[in-house]
Nanobody, 125 residues
């Protein structure tokens, strides 16, 4: 299984970016998908995730109303639309998937199995 994230870059505060993650080696429609980020000196944190146990979509409180996760199953690609970006959104963003049918994004027991390399997002004027 391979994941390739892209779409990062430098954007001004208030701007938008859309991250893409092309996957291969699995059927994305049956997998849990998620986006995570890690800022310098900080631990990795979950940004958004879609569970497979109940199909729910979850967002970190810090991005609710600004970010949106989606996927195109025909293209085996997942996306993260990021609007109203803030300097504190600056981080390396990672996409991840997991094939388990009972994956619950809200349960810390569940750790994504497959990870892509990150893409840098920098929000600065």
């Amino acid at each position: 299984v391979q994941l390739q994230a892209s779409g990062g870059g430098l954007v001004q505060p208030g701007g938008s970016l859309r991250l893409s993650c092309v996957t291969s080696g699995l059927t994305l429609r049956y997998a849990a998908i998620g986006w995570f980020r890690q800022a310098p000196g900080k631990e990795r944190e979950g940004v958004s995730c879609i569970s497979t146990n109940d199909g729910s979509t979850n967002y970190a409180d810090s991005v609710k109303g600004r970010f949106s996760i989606s996927r195109d199953d025909a293209k085996n690609t997942m996306y993260l639309q990021m609007n109203s970006l803030k300097p504190e959104d600056t981080a390396v963003y990672f996409c991840a998937t997991d094939p388990r049918h009972d994956f619950d994004c809200r349960d810390p027991y569940y750790i994504m199995k497959h990870w892509g390399r990150g893409t840098q997002v920098t929000v600065s004027s």
